[in-house]
Antibody
């Protein structure tokens, strides 16, 4: 079955760029699926960040669109998230997930990214 | 402020039935977009519980069921067990935002 694993720096400085990668195993990133990023600030709810299709079409949360880029890395069976000009409000656990019939599943285990100097 | 509205908390005694509501608008649930539900146990990633309004992925007990009507949806859990204590989230698609939207989450306490 498909499994996802996030990786990247756990600490990013304010005004810097957050970069995360999601490694996909047990399935191909080239399959006809959308691949998503979702985040969860400490003690708060889930926020959808955006998604990318195997054709590389993307959809982004309007509140983050000016700062977000999601990309596919087909040769590595990975996709990535780039968020620029980060502030403390971007501190969160970041999850990657595969879309399944419009829903999100499975999910990666999540990775905590803290924005602090 | 989440696009989809859920009660912050619900509770129930073991063995009882609880429901969690998810209220949207005519640009998401009311527009006919599917509603999906997730269970998030403490300290873990969300897990898909219900997809396509009413469908359970394999491995999800039939104690969990869901429905949708108009601009709202609901999740029902029967025969409450201690291990059901978790946060539950609904999710749909919003045509105005052109993106997925989540409810604010509901914390279920098993008394």
């Amino acid at each position: 079955q498909v499994q996802l694993q996030e990786s990247g720096p756990g600490l990013v400085k304010p005004s810097g760029t957050l970069s995360l990668t999601c490694a996909v195993s047990g399935g191909s990133i080239n399959d006809s699926n959308w691949w998503s990023w979702v985040r969860q600030p400490p003690g708060k709810g889930l926020e959808w960040i955006g998604e990318i299709y195997h054709s590389e079409n993307t959809n982004y949360n309007p509140s983050l669109k000016s700062r977000v880029t999601i990309s596919l890395h087909k040769s590595k069976n990975q996709f990535s998230l780039r968020l620029t000009s980060v502030t403390a409000a971007d501190t969160a656990v970041y999850y990657c997930a595969r879309d399944f019939e419009g829903a999100k599943g499975p999910w990666g285990q999540g990775t905590l990214v803290t924005v602090s100097s | 402020q989440s696009v989809l509205t859920q009660p912050p908390s619900v509770s129930g005694a073991p063995g009882r039935r609880v429901t969690i509501s998810c209220t949207g608008t005519n640009s998401n649930i009311g527009a006919g977009y599917d509603v999906h539900w997730y269970q998030q146990l403490p300290g873990t990633a969300p897990k898909l519980l219900i997809y396509g309004n009413i469908n359970r992925p394999s491995g999800v007990p039939d104690r969990f069921s869901a429905s949708k009507s108009g601009t709202s949806a609901s999740l029902a859990i029967t025969g409450l067990q201690a291990e059901d204590e978790a946060d539950y989230y609904c999710q749909s698609w919003d045509s105005s935002l052109t993106g997925s939207v989540f409810g604010g989450g509901t914390k279920l306490t098993v008394l």
